[in-house]
Protein backbone atom coordinates (compact mmCIF):
# COMPACT_ATOMS: atom_id res chain seq x y z
CA UNK A 1 0.00 0.00 0.00
CA UNK A 2 1.48 3.30 -1.12
CA UNK A 3 0.67 6.10 1.11
CA UNK A 4 1.31 9.79 1.03
CA UNK A 5 -1.44 11.67 3.64
CA UNK A 6 0.17 12.78 7.06
CA UNK A 7 -2.38 15.91 7.63
CA UNK A 8 -3.20 17.85 4.36
CA UNK A 9 -2.70 21.27 4.66
CA UNK A 10 -5.12 24.17 4.43
CA UNK A 11 -5.51 25.92 1.25
CA UNK A 12 -6.96 29.33 0.36
CA UNK A 13 -9.76 29.87 -1.78
CA UNK A 14 -10.19 30.43 -5.34
CA UNK A 15 -13.65 31.57 -5.89
CA UNK A 16 -12.92 32.68 -9.77
CA UNK A 17 -12.85 28.91 -10.28
CA UNK A 18 -16.63 28.98 -10.35
CA UNK A 19 -16.83 30.62 -13.97
CA UNK A 20 -15.24 27.22 -15.16
CA UNK A 21 -17.90 25.06 -13.77
CA UNK A 22 -19.68 23.08 -16.31
CA UNK A 23 -21.01 25.01 -19.21
CA UNK A 24 -19.80 22.05 -21.93
CA UNK A 25 -20.98 22.22 -25.24
CA UNK A 26 -22.83 20.07 -27.18
CA UNK A 27 -21.77 17.98 -30.25
CA UNK A 28 -23.82 16.48 -32.77
CA UNK A 29 -22.65 12.82 -33.48
CA UNK A 30 -22.81 10.73 -36.85
CA UNK A 31 -19.73 8.67 -36.70
CA UNK A 32 -20.56 4.88 -37.41
CA UNK A 33 -21.18 2.81 -34.06
CA UNK A 34 -20.12 0.62 -35.61
CA UNK A 35 -22.85 0.94 -39.01
CA UNK A 36 -24.47 3.99 -39.91
CA UNK A 37 -27.53 5.88 -37.39
CA UNK A 38 -29.00 9.09 -37.79
CA UNK A 39 -26.83 10.97 -34.94
CA UNK A 40 -27.49 12.08 -31.39
CA UNK A 41 -26.20 15.08 -29.26
CA UNK A 42 -23.73 14.57 -27.10
CA UNK A 43 -22.63 17.10 -24.28
CA UNK A 44 -18.82 16.84 -23.90
CA UNK A 45 -18.37 17.38 -20.07
CA UNK A 46 -14.96 16.33 -20.56
CA UNK A 47 -14.24 20.01 -22.05
CA UNK A 48 -15.24 21.64 -19.05
CA UNK A 49 -12.92 22.17 -15.55
CA UNK A 50 -12.84 19.28 -13.75
CA UNK A 51 -14.66 17.15 -15.86
CA UNK A 52 -18.87 15.72 -15.37
CA UNK A 53 -17.93 14.99 -11.21
CA UNK A 54 -16.98 18.22 -10.71
CA UNK A 55 -20.44 19.56 -10.59
CA UNK A 56 -21.63 16.66 -7.92
CA UNK A 57 -17.94 17.76 -6.13
CA UNK A 58 -19.10 21.61 -5.56
CA UNK A 59 -22.83 20.54 -4.60
CA UNK A 60 -21.45 17.85 -2.22
CA UNK A 61 -18.75 20.23 -0.61
CA UNK A 62 -21.51 23.34 -0.33
CA UNK A 63 -23.44 20.96 1.02
CA UNK A 64 -21.40 19.88 3.47
CA UNK A 65 -20.58 23.26 4.54
CA UNK A 66 -24.12 24.61 4.46
CA UNK A 67 -24.94 21.52 7.28
CA UNK A 68 -22.31 22.21 9.28
CA UNK A 69 -20.58 18.74 8.52
CA UNK A 70 -17.37 19.86 6.65
CA UNK A 71 -15.47 23.60 8.17
CA UNK A 72 -13.34 25.97 6.49
CA UNK A 73 -9.88 24.32 5.38
CA UNK A 74 -10.67 21.13 6.34
CA UNK A 75 -9.80 18.49 4.51
CA UNK A 76 -12.26 15.92 2.42
CA UNK A 77 -11.42 12.51 1.53
CA UNK A 78 -12.81 10.06 -1.14
CA UNK A 79 -12.41 6.64 -2.61
CA UNK A 80 -12.28 7.05 -6.57
CA UNK A 81 -11.19 5.24 -9.44
CA UNK A 82 -9.92 8.99 -11.13
CA UNK A 83 -12.84 10.71 -12.50
CA UNK A 84 -14.51 12.02 -9.38
CA UNK A 85 -11.00 12.70 -7.92
CA UNK A 86 -9.89 15.21 -10.33
CA UNK A 87 -13.87 16.91 -9.58
CA UNK A 88 -12.86 16.55 -5.81
CA UNK A 89 -9.29 18.43 -6.96
CA UNK A 90 -11.36 21.17 -8.34
CA UNK A 91 -13.72 21.68 -5.48
CA UNK A 92 -11.10 21.36 -2.86
CA UNK A 93 -9.21 24.42 -5.19
CA UNK A 94 -12.44 26.56 -5.65
CA UNK A 95 -13.59 26.39 -1.89
CA UNK A 96 -10.11 26.10 0.12
CA UNK A 97 -10.47 22.18 1.33
CA UNK A 98 -7.35 19.99 0.99
CA UNK A 99 -8.29 16.86 -0.37
CA UNK A 100 -7.16 13.19 0.03
CA UNK A 101 -8.22 10.54 -2.46
CA UNK A 102 -7.63 6.59 -1.91
CA UNK A 103 -7.00 4.99 -5.32
CA UNK A 104 -6.07 1.52 -6.09
CA UNK A 105 -3.53 -0.11 -7.94
CA UNK A 106 -5.30 -0.25 -11.49
CA UNK A 107 -5.35 3.53 -11.63
CA UNK A 108 -3.27 4.79 -14.34
CA UNK A 109 0.23 6.52 -13.85
CA UNK A 110 -0.84 9.33 -16.04
CA UNK A 111 -4.01 9.95 -13.43
CA UNK A 112 -2.08 9.70 -10.45
CA UNK A 113 0.22 12.32 -11.65
CA UNK A 114 -2.27 14.95 -13.05
CA UNK A 115 -4.22 14.39 -9.12
CA UNK A 116 -1.19 14.96 -7.52
CA UNK A 117 -0.51 18.39 -9.85
CA UNK A 118 -3.88 19.23 -8.91
CA UNK A 119 -2.71 19.00 -5.67
CA UNK A 120 -4.63 16.24 -3.85
CA UNK A 121 -3.23 13.79 -2.04
CA UNK A 122 -3.31 10.21 -3.36
CA UNK A 123 -3.50 6.62 -1.16
CA UNK A 124 -3.41 3.90 -3.19
CA UNK A 125 -4.24 0.15 -2.14
CA UNK A 126 -2.39 -2.77 -3.31
CA UNK A 127 -4.74 -5.12 -3.65
CA UNK A 128 -8.77 -5.85 -4.01
CA UNK A 129 -10.83 -7.05 -1.40
CA UNK A 130 -11.93 -10.47 -1.15
CA UNK A 131 -15.92 -9.60 -1.33
CA UNK A 132 -16.41 -5.97 -3.26
CA UNK A 133 -12.85 -5.98 -5.55
CA UNK A 134 -10.66 -3.01 -5.12
CA UNK A 135 -14.43 -0.57 -4.37
CA UNK A 136 -14.20 -2.08 -1.43
CA UNK A 137 -10.77 -2.15 -0.62
CA UNK A 138 -10.44 1.88 -1.49
CA UNK A 139 -13.42 2.33 0.84
CA UNK A 140 -11.62 0.11 3.32
CA UNK A 141 -8.75 2.32 3.40
CA UNK A 142 -10.69 5.58 3.56
CA UNK A 143 -12.86 4.57 7.12
CA UNK A 144 -8.68 4.29 8.28
CA UNK A 145 -7.85 7.76 7.15
CA UNK A 146 -11.36 8.79 8.83
CA UNK A 147 -9.77 7.82 12.43
CA UNK A 148 -6.20 9.58 11.60
CA UNK A 149 -8.36 12.49 10.29
CA UNK A 150 -11.18 13.18 12.55
CA UNK A 151 -11.74 16.44 11.22
CA UNK A 152 -12.17 15.45 7.93
CA UNK A 153 -15.31 15.05 5.84
CA UNK A 154 -16.36 12.03 3.45
CA UNK A 155 -18.82 13.06 0.86
CA UNK A 156 -19.54 9.48 0.22
CA UNK A 157 -20.42 9.96 -3.36
CA UNK A 158 -22.74 6.83 -4.37
CA UNK A 159 -25.12 7.34 -1.44
CA UNK A 160 -25.04 11.31 -1.21
CA UNK A 161 -28.14 13.02 -2.26
CA UNK A 162 -25.86 16.15 -2.84
CA UNK A 163 -23.81 13.98 -5.83
CA UNK A 164 -28.12 13.97 -7.62
CA UNK A 165 -28.32 17.83 -6.47
CA UNK A 166 -25.58 19.06 -8.63
CA UNK A 167 -26.77 18.25 -11.83
CA UNK A 168 -29.27 20.37 -12.01
CA UNK A 169 -26.76 22.65 -13.88
CA UNK A 170 -26.58 19.79 -16.54
CA UNK A 171 -30.24 19.52 -17.02
CA UNK A 172 -30.81 22.99 -17.82
CA UNK A 173 -27.68 23.69 -19.66
CA UNK A 174 -28.96 20.47 -21.98
CA UNK A 175 -32.91 22.28 -22.01
CA UNK A 176 -31.08 25.30 -23.40
CA UNK A 177 -28.94 23.86 -26.08
CA UNK A 178 -31.90 20.83 -27.33
CA UNK A 179 -35.52 22.34 -28.27
CA UNK A 180 -36.92 18.61 -27.87
CA UNK A 181 -35.76 15.41 -26.69
CA UNK A 182 -37.30 11.66 -26.62
CA UNK A 183 -34.25 9.26 -25.65
CA UNK A 184 -31.80 10.14 -22.93
CA UNK A 185 -28.96 7.78 -22.64
CA UNK A 186 -26.72 7.70 -19.57
CA UNK A 187 -24.27 5.32 -17.91
CA UNK A 188 -24.42 4.63 -14.49
CA UNK A 189 -21.66 4.37 -11.93
CA UNK A 190 -22.87 6.38 -8.55
CA UNK A 191 -26.27 7.09 -10.25
CA UNK A 192 -26.18 11.15 -10.17
CA UNK A 193 -25.79 12.28 -12.62
CA UNK A 194 -29.00 10.17 -14.64
CA UNK A 195 -30.84 10.79 -11.29
CA UNK A 196 -29.88 14.57 -11.36
CA UNK A 197 -31.21 15.46 -14.78
CA UNK A 198 -33.68 12.86 -15.46
CA UNK A 199 -36.52 15.04 -13.32
CA UNK A 200 -35.66 18.38 -14.73
CA UNK A 201 -35.87 17.29 -18.71
CA UNK A 202 -39.10 14.99 -17.87
CA UNK A 203 -40.79 17.95 -16.44
CA UNK A 204 -40.13 19.71 -20.04
CA UNK A 205 -40.19 16.61 -22.05
CA UNK A 206 -42.84 14.18 -19.81
CA UNK A 207 -42.67 11.40 -22.53
CA UNK A 208 -38.85 11.35 -22.38
CA UNK A 209 -36.96 8.02 -22.23
CA UNK A 210 -34.41 7.04 -20.07
CA UNK A 211 -31.52 4.26 -21.01
CA UNK A 212 -29.66 3.42 -18.24
CA UNK A 213 -25.91 1.81 -19.74
CA UNK A 214 -24.17 -0.29 -17.16
CA UNK A 215 -20.70 -2.52 -17.43
CA UNK A 216 -21.05 -6.50 -17.38
CA UNK A 217 -20.00 -7.33 -14.46
CA UNK A 218 -21.45 -4.83 -12.60
CA UNK A 219 -24.30 -5.20 -9.49
CA UNK A 220 -25.91 -2.37 -9.79
CA UNK A 221 -29.00 -3.45 -11.39
CA UNK A 222 -29.20 -6.60 -10.77
CA UNK A 223 -26.46 -8.83 -12.08
CA UNK A 224 -23.56 -10.72 -10.58
CA UNK A 225 -20.42 -9.09 -9.67
CA UNK A 226 -17.34 -9.64 -11.21
CA UNK A 227 -14.27 -8.46 -12.29
CA UNK A 228 -14.48 -5.45 -14.38
CA UNK A 229 -11.93 -4.07 -16.70
CA UNK A 230 -14.16 -0.60 -17.50
CA UNK A 231 -13.50 1.97 -14.84
CA UNK A 232 -15.76 4.20 -13.85
CA UNK A 233 -18.38 2.62 -15.15
CA UNK A 234 -20.55 0.12 -13.25
CA UNK A 235 -19.79 -0.81 -9.38
CA UNK A 236 -19.45 -3.77 -7.00
CA UNK A 237 -22.21 -1.97 -4.55
CA UNK A 238 -25.76 -0.98 -4.78
CA UNK A 239 -25.09 2.84 -4.23
CA UNK A 240 -28.28 4.82 -3.22
CA UNK A 241 -28.55 7.76 -5.87
CA UNK A 242 -29.60 5.22 -8.77
CA UNK A 243 -33.03 6.28 -9.29
CA UNK A 244 -33.99 2.89 -10.22
CA UNK A 245 -37.85 3.81 -11.26
CA UNK A 246 -36.89 6.56 -13.61
CA UNK A 247 -35.36 4.34 -16.42
CA UNK A 248 -37.05 2.85 -18.79
CA UNK A 249 -34.52 0.30 -19.79
CA UNK A 250 -30.87 -0.84 -19.27
CA UNK A 251 -28.12 -2.32 -21.21
CA UNK A 252 -25.10 -3.76 -19.92
CA UNK A 253 -22.05 -3.06 -22.30
CA UNK A 254 -18.37 -4.99 -22.86
CA UNK A 255 -15.05 -3.68 -22.55
CA UNK A 256 -14.62 -4.60 -26.80
CA UNK A 257 -17.86 -2.37 -27.52
CA UNK A 258 -16.81 0.58 -25.35
CA UNK A 259 -13.27 0.16 -26.93
CA UNK A 260 -14.23 -0.06 -30.55
CA UNK A 261 -16.85 2.82 -29.98
CA UNK A 262 -14.30 5.04 -28.32
CA UNK A 263 -11.72 4.79 -31.36
CA UNK A 264 -14.51 5.62 -34.39
CA UNK A 265 -15.73 8.63 -32.44
CA UNK A 266 -12.23 9.81 -32.26
CA UNK A 267 -11.58 8.55 -35.85
CA UNK A 268 -14.75 9.77 -37.36
CA UNK A 269 -15.94 13.08 -34.79
CA UNK A 270 -12.67 13.65 -33.14
CA UNK A 271 -14.49 13.68 -29.50
CA UNK A 272 -13.98 10.98 -27.81
CA UNK A 273 -13.63 9.59 -24.28
CA UNK A 274 -13.33 6.52 -22.22
CA UNK A 275 -15.20 3.59 -21.18
CA UNK A 276 -18.27 5.33 -20.14
CA UNK A 277 -18.14 7.34 -23.14
CA UNK A 278 -17.46 4.15 -25.29
CA UNK A 279 -20.45 2.42 -23.67
CA UNK A 280 -22.71 5.39 -23.89
CA UNK A 281 -21.92 6.47 -27.39
CA UNK A 282 -22.48 2.65 -28.28
CA UNK A 283 -26.10 2.53 -27.05
CA UNK A 284 -26.80 5.88 -28.06
CA UNK A 285 -26.15 4.87 -31.78
CA UNK A 286 -28.49 2.05 -31.40
CA UNK A 287 -31.24 3.96 -29.89
CA UNK A 288 -31.16 6.55 -32.82
CA UNK A 289 -31.01 3.90 -35.32
CA UNK A 290 -34.09 1.93 -33.77
CA UNK A 291 -36.21 5.00 -33.20
CA UNK A 292 -36.45 6.90 -36.34
CA UNK A 293 -36.69 10.18 -35.97
CA UNK A 294 -36.45 10.25 -32.13
CA UNK A 295 -34.10 13.08 -30.82
CA UNK A 296 -31.63 11.23 -28.76
CA UNK A 297 -28.87 12.81 -26.48
CA UNK A 298 -26.19 11.24 -24.27
CA UNK A 299 -23.51 12.62 -21.76
CA UNK A 300 -19.83 12.11 -22.32
CA UNK A 301 -18.04 12.23 -18.86
CA UNK A 302 -15.08 12.69 -19.85
CA UNK A 303 -12.16 12.95 -22.53
CA UNK A 304 -9.92 10.06 -24.02
CA UNK A 305 -6.25 11.74 -22.27
CA UNK A 306 -6.46 9.10 -18.96
CA UNK A 307 -7.00 6.22 -21.66
CA UNK A 308 -4.43 6.46 -24.11
CA UNK A 309 -2.65 3.33 -22.11
CA UNK A 310 -5.80 1.28 -22.31
CA UNK A 311 -8.58 1.72 -24.61
CA UNK A 312 -6.63 3.25 -27.26
CA UNK A 313 -3.53 1.36 -26.81
CA UNK A 314 -3.29 -1.75 -28.78
CA UNK A 315 -1.14 -4.24 -26.47
CA UNK A 316 -3.64 -3.35 -23.90
CA UNK A 317 -6.75 -4.66 -25.82
CA UNK A 318 -4.52 -7.20 -27.23
CA UNK A 319 -3.12 -8.55 -23.85
CA UNK A 320 -6.85 -8.54 -22.41
CA UNK A 321 -8.64 -10.56 -25.02
CA UNK A 322 -10.52 -7.59 -26.30
CA UNK A 323 -11.27 -8.73 -30.57
CA UNK A 324 -12.61 -5.51 -31.52
CA UNK A 325 -13.61 -7.29 -35.09
CA UNK A 326 -15.70 -8.96 -32.95
CA UNK A 327 -17.60 -6.56 -30.94
CA UNK A 328 -21.59 -6.35 -31.21
CA UNK A 329 -23.34 -3.89 -33.19
CA UNK A 330 -26.78 -4.38 -31.24
CA UNK A 331 -27.93 -6.38 -27.79
CA UNK A 332 -29.17 -9.68 -27.10
CA UNK A 333 -32.30 -9.11 -25.54
CA UNK A 334 -33.01 -11.00 -21.97
CA UNK A 335 -36.64 -10.60 -20.33
CA UNK A 336 -35.29 -9.88 -16.11
CA UNK A 337 -32.04 -8.39 -15.24
CA UNK A 338 -31.42 -12.32 -13.42
CA UNK A 339 -32.68 -14.15 -16.33
CA UNK A 340 -28.66 -14.39 -17.99
CA UNK A 341 -25.50 -13.55 -17.01
CA UNK A 342 -24.17 -10.78 -19.33
CA UNK A 343 -20.51 -11.04 -20.29
CA UNK A 344 -21.30 -8.50 -23.62
CA UNK A 345 -23.81 -6.53 -24.90
CA UNK A 346 -27.21 -7.48 -23.63
CA UNK A 347 -30.82 -5.13 -23.27
CA UNK A 348 -33.40 -5.41 -20.38
CA UNK A 349 -36.87 -3.11 -21.09
CA UNK A 350 -37.60 -4.40 -17.05
CA UNK A 351 -35.48 -2.41 -14.68
CA UNK A 352 -35.68 -3.24 -10.69
CA UNK A 353 -33.83 -2.01 -7.65
CA UNK A 354 -32.22 -5.12 -6.62
CA UNK A 355 -31.76 -4.03 -2.98
CA UNK A 356 -35.20 -5.00 -2.18
CA UNK A 357 -34.57 -8.83 -3.31
CA UNK A 358 -30.83 -9.21 -2.00
CA UNK A 359 -32.08 -12.16 0.28
CA UNK A 360 -34.01 -13.98 -2.44
CA UNK A 361 -32.81 -17.50 -3.80
CA UNK A 362 -30.18 -16.79 -7.01
CA UNK A 363 -30.91 -18.14 -10.12
CA UNK A 364 -28.56 -21.29 -10.01
CA UNK A 365 -25.99 -21.43 -12.93
CA UNK A 366 -27.36 -18.74 -15.22
CA UNK A 367 -27.13 -18.92 -18.69
CA UNK A 368 -24.06 -16.68 -20.11
CA UNK A 369 -24.73 -14.57 -22.42
CA UNK A 370 -22.01 -13.57 -24.56
Not at 198 to 206: A, M, N
Not at 211 to 221: E, K, L, R
Not at 315 to 329: E, K, Q, S, V, Y
Request: proline share 9%.
Amino acid sequence: MSTTTVRPLARPERPELLALLGRSPLVRITAGLPGPHPGFWAKLEGLAAGGMKARAAVSMLLGARERGELRPGEPVVESTSGTLGIGLAFAGQLLGHPVVLVGDSELEPSMRQLLRAHGAGLEIVDRPAAQGGWQAARLNRLRELLTLLPEAYWPDQYNNPDNRAGYASLATELSDQIDHLDILVCSVGTGGHSAGIIGPLRRRWPALRLIGVDATGSTIFGQPARPRLMRGLGSSIHPRNVAYDAFDEVHWVGPAEAVDSCRRLARGSFVSGGWSTGAAARVSAWAARVHPGAVVATVFPDGPHRYLGTVYDDDFTAAHGLDLARAADRPVEIPYPGAAEATGWVRCTRVTDPLPHADAEPVPHPERIL
